[in-house]
């Protein structure tokens, strides 16, 4: 080969290379995240979420950008963050933290994976856990069907307890239903269960003044998102008050709360991550049956107890899935 042919043969190449590799590279693809509460309190679980996405091969910063949309504890700002994500034609949305519903009726065509304390099917969400319908799936922690069965618990570790106060976020969907199963649950344990309605955090020391007057020996917590972020605070409440309290998280423990009984949060995550990788690479959310727990952890804190001068049931301990010391 001549000199100038190999020259001219060498150039081509050069001009043709970064081409051919931007076309081997993975397009990047964009989802949006759409949560009623704050970043602050949530990360372990969006690093869930990464984590599923991780294993269907998306990275966030890599082959994926994903426009994240909090409410900080402002539902009505919900629906504008919704429709922004619309705006923006994300590929799929992921909602949290009391935001399906909206997100659900701001787009009929944009798949959505949804994260849902309460029963989907109840709440309209879907048409069926196995075959959801339309443009939503997701996973269902089934919090609120386990309140009779913490109740239990609960009645177990404080049977002296005749009041057990529960605190409810009134505002969530679909909790009515499982206010009424929780009082069944009590009517036959012989407990009284007052309802204390919680509509932001700044009604929770309201609230444990009521429980105070109410002479309640226990508290049940529900599943609400908002009680979620702020665990902490509520955990701080219930040490200072030296209340005796069921929540359904493990993260309410580790915070210091005495104990729990329910899925876990970032497993669902996971799941979730898992979804939205799955509907990125072609598959559609009406084909991907809703994701129930099959799983539920009880966790026991001893330290907690011990401050409370409670001493836990050897059956409890048995049946503990983890014991904090």
């Not at 993260?251 to 709360?257: N, Q, S, T």
């Amino acid at each position: 080969m001549r000199r100038r042919e190999l020259i001219a043969l060498l150039a081509g190449a050069a001009i043709e290379w970064p081409f051919a590799s931007r076309a081997q590279q993975k397009a990047t693809r964009t989802i949006g995240f759409l949560s009623g509460v704050s970043p602050d309190r949530y990360q372990p679980f969006v690093a869930a979420l990464l984590s599923g996405l991780n294993d269907t091969g998306y990275s966030e910063g890599s082959n994926l950008t994903i426009e994240y949309r909090w409410a900080e504890d402002h539902p009505d700002r919900l629906p504008a963050l919704a429709e922004d994500l619309v705006r923006r034609n994300v590929e799929v949305i992921v909602a949290s933290g009391g935001s399906p519903r909206v997100a659900k009726a701001a787009t009929a065509t944009i798949p959505i994976v949804f994260l849902t304390a309460v029963d989907p099917v109840q709440t309209g969400l879907v048409e069926s856990f196995n075959r959801p319908g339309g443009n939503l799936t997701g996973v269902s922690f089934l919090a609120g069907e386990l309140l009779p069965k913490r109740l239990e618990i609960l009645h177990d570790l404080v049977p002296g307890a005749a009041t057990i106060a529960m605190l409810v976020d009134p505002g969530t969907r679909g909790n009515a239903r499982f206010v009424e199963a929780a009082k069944d649950a009590a009517a036959t344990l012989g407990v009284q269960l007052p309802v204390l309605e919680v509509r932001a955090p700044r009604d929770f020391e309201p609230a444990f003044d009521k429980l105070v007057e109410l002479r309640a020996g226990a508290l049940l917590v529900s599943t609400d998102p908002m009680f979620t972020e702020h665990r902490g605070e509520l955990v701080a409440l219930a040490t200072r008050h030296a209340v005796p309290a069921s929540y359904a998280w493990r993260e309410f423990v580790a915070a210091g709360g005495l104990i729990s009984y329910g899925a876990s949060i970032a497993g669902a995550y996971r799941q979730a991550g898992i979804y939205v990788g799955r509907i990125l690479n072609g598959q559609k959310p009406a084909d991907l049956p809703v994701v129930q727990p099959a799983i539920f952890e009880l966790i026991v804190n001893l330290k907690t107890a011990k401050e409370l001068g409670l001493t836990v049931p050897p059956l409890i301990l048995a049946r503990a899935d983890e014991v904090i010391e």
